[in-house]
């Protein structure tokens, strides 16, 4: 394993039916950084996500964590390691029919055996970390988005995650609340040396708080390494990315017309 690498991705492939989603991806996610998995979408980040927090089976010697190999952990092996992570999934998941404070202790109920009095004071200082002091009793349908999403990452670290993997955080929100989640990570980073990994597929965001990117296309890592690296890369698909520039597509439109007027 790569010094100074937390998990290591090495000839990672994935399937859905006779489908092949993943080809062989090789990179390294460095611990107490922010790595950002971006590319245009359907390009595999969201497998790769489910690979890497343990949803999706992986096949031995294909992913490593701490140099131990996520395919071959046995059930009580990754009951652990999902103790080491937290999840911040796209639209929150928060639960409807619980406060913000039910919501963050549901981790702390269902895996330890703290007190009801100690795991509400756990709550609230989660809530302060997001900036969302004294909306402990709020519903998430009292919420905006932004503050759904910020409710979420206090969820996402209830347990005080090694890991924390974050997927598209910036998606269906305004451009200011944005900003304000992007920072909110970056200060997560510094204070509390977590190991952040962000799937996106906003070049603003991806630049501002990453320490090392990952560009994926059609399942595979078309580059790798630090922002300054990802910007100089000579790769057309890479640079087309980066420039926001649409696919061309032939359209023969004499052809195309005569197939509709001869369509029944």
């Known amino acids: 394993m790569a010094s100074g690498n937390l998990i290591e991705i090495q000839g990672l492939s994935s399937t859905y039916g006779q489908r092949r989603i993943l ?14 998995i971006m590319g245009p979408s359907g390009c595999g980040k969201t497998t790769l996500l489910r690979h890497l927090i343990g949803l999706k089976r992986t096949l031995p010697r294909q992913l490593f964590v701490d140099g131990e ?5 046995s059930p009580e092996a990754m009951k652990d ?12 998941a928060l639960f409807n029919s619980m406060t913000l404070h039910e919501n963050i202790a549901v981790p702390l109920n269902v895996h330890t055996r703290l007190a009801r009095e100690t795991i509400r004071v756990m709550a609230l200082i989660k809530l302060h970390l997001v900036g969302l002091s004294g909306f402990g009793d709020y519903m998430p349908s009292q919420l905006s988005g932004g ?14 995650p090694e890991i924390l993997f974050v997927d598209e955080p910036s998606s269906g929100l305004d451009p200011i609340t944005a900003a304000g989640l992007d920072r909110l990570l970056v200060e997560l980073k510094e204070t509390l040396g977590m190991t952040i990994i962000v799937v996106t597929h906003e070049l603003e965001s991806a630049f501002l708080i990453a320490d090392q990117m990952a560009v994926l296309d059609q399942g595979r890592v078309l580059a790798a390494g630090s922002p300054d ?36």
Request: charged fraction near 35%.
């Open 229 to 264: 690296d990802i910007r100089k890369s000579r790769n057309p698909r890479v640079m087309q990315f980066l420039r926001r520039e649409a696919d061309r597509q032939e359209l023969d439109t004499s052809n195309y017309l005569d197939s509709l007027l001869k369509v029944g």
């Open 147 to 160: 503050m759904r999403k910020r409710a979420g990452l206090a969820r996402a670290m209830a347990m005080d």
């Open 81 to 92: 390691y999902r103790r080491r992570i937290g999840v911040l999934f796209q639209s929150g």
């Open 23 to 36: 080809h062989e991806l090789r990179f390294g996610i460095p611990r107490n950084g922010v790595t950002v």
């Open 69 to 73: 190999d996520l395919g071959r952990f």
